[in-house]
Every structure is written in C-alpha cells, then in structure tokens.
C-alpha cells in the first residue's frame, strides 16, 4: 500500500526589499515547519529517514524559486520542493519595489502503518 500523509502544515514568508522568491519561499517553510512538533518518531521509534517531506510553495513567479536549494535546506526526512503560481507580489506605488509574498504547504508522509 502507499504512504499516509500525516502531518500538513501551513506558512507565509515575504521578502521585503531585494525581490528574492528563494527567500520567501524559505521564510515560508520555516514558518510551516515552526508549527510542528511531531512526538510519532519518539513514541513509535521509526527513523526520520522513512519520512518523505513533499513541499509546495505559491510564488508570483515560480521559475525564480531554487527549489533544489529549498529541499536541501529541510531537516528531516526525504524531501522535494516544487514551485508553483501563487503567492502575491505588491508592489509600492511611491518607488515601485516590488514585496514579494510566497505561502507554503509542508506535508509530511510515512510508508501505511496499518494492518493488511
């Protein structure tokens, strides 16, 4: 049988000045992931490495997120990072600096736990 997810959570990380989707795109994970406290590994003695870690991350401009970069940056488990269109960039009408917005979904799955 296929993995059960069990954990999703959610963020929003910004870039204010320089433009970086990367940036935001990591400030939205840290985010994500400082929301969860996961006791499952401690109590079941399954190690980290069964974990596959799936993050999607919304951007105005998905090709400028250095996904690989992301995914190496994760703590635990066996992770990957795709970029998609979302997000939102808003721009400053008095100097046209443009802050970057990106919103994140961190999902965590393990291998099926269940009987048969």
Known sequence: MSDQRFIIEMGMGNDQYGQDYTKAAARAIEDAIRHSAIP?????G??????????????QAPERVDCE???????RGNASVAAVFGGLDVT????????VIASAAVEAFLPYQGAG
């Open 92 to 99: 400053n009408p008095d100097t046209g600096k443009v802050l």
């Open 46 to 59: 399954l190690p980290h490495s069964e974990m596959r870690v799936q993050v999607t991350i919304g951007v």
């Open 69 to 75: 970069a992301l995914a190496d940056r994760l703590p």
């Open 40 to 44: 499952l590994f401690e109590a079941t």
